[in-house]
């Protein structure tokens, strides 16, 4: 499976736009983007995916590298409850039946 | 709708003991599966299912056993507890159709102590 990079963790202002970087240079054509994200004692949560374009929902926004080596997740306004850890995942039809997480991005929120 | 839901949300066992974790959901998923989060860590795939009699294993299956006689429930069995299986464990489930394009629903999660 290809795998993703994502920094340990990351600080932002509240109300402030949060940019959470990922790298997945082994992506293949099939490959989509995942971003589920776990608050504090809660199971994980879906925010956004993606293919090869830019998405937009009520969560979050996703933008994806032209050449897709890379995406971020953006939240437009940062609030105390975004703190948590963030997961970019990858999925291709060789693991459409599991996901697997990586490590993830902790998102702290300064009021 | 009530979701995913896991019971129970805590438990303490003693090395040696059995339990089972229920797992049922409630939106005909087809897809169902455990995780395990151990403290500061990300979730670890155990066992999954794409269906009512299929299952299959994950990352860490050791230690587990599971079955899917329905499509609702997917147990999860300790037989023998350890204290390396002190955990967080989360249930999951999502839809078969589209394979890759949709989001999968988490349990808040059982919270199991072995002693």
């Known amino acids: 499976d290809a795998k993703t990079t994502q920094p340990n963790s990351m600080e932002s202002n509240e109300e402030e736009p949060v940019h959470l970087p990922c790298n997945h240079s082994?992506?293949?054509?099939?490959?989509?983007i995942h971003w589920y994200r776990q608050l504090p004692s809660q199971g994980p949560e879906y925010v956004i995916h993606?293919?090869?374009s830019n998405v937009n929902n009520r969560m979050a926004s996703l933008a994806i590298a032209e050449d897709r080596k890379s995406s971020t997740l953006i939240l437009h306004r940062a609030t105390l409850r975004d703190a948590a850890v963030y997961y970019c995942?990858?999925?291709?039809?060789?693991?459409?039946?599991?996901?697997?997480f990586g490590s993830g991005t902790r998102l702290s929120i300064r009021p | 709708n009530a979701g995913v839901t896991q019971t129970p949300k805590f438990q303490v066992l003693k090395t040696g003991q059995s339990m089972t974790l229920q797992c049922a959901q409630d939106?005909?998923?087809?897809?169902m599966s455990w995780y395990r989060q151990d403290p500061g860590m990300g979730l670890r795939l155990i066992h999954y299912?794409?269906?009512?009699?299929?299952?299959d294993q994950g990352e860490v299956p050791n230690g587990y056993n599971v079955s899917r006689s329905t499509t609702e429930d997917f147990p999860l069995r300790l037989l023998s507890a350890a204290p390396s299986q002190t955990s967080v464990y989360f249930c999951?489930?999502?839809?078969?159709?589209?394979?890759?394009?949709?989001?999968?629903?988490f349990g808040q999660g059982t919270r199991l102590t072995v002693v």
């Open positions: 993606g293919l090869t």
């Open positions: 939106m005909n998923h087809e897809y």
């Open positions: 299912s794409v269906g009512a009699g299929i299952t």
């Open positions: 082994t992506i293949s054509g099939t490959d989509y």
């Open positions: 995942i990858l999925r291709d039809d060789s693991s459409a039946s599991k996901i697997i």
């Open positions: 999951a489930s999502r839809p078969i159709q589209s394979r890759l394009n949709t989001e999968a629903f």
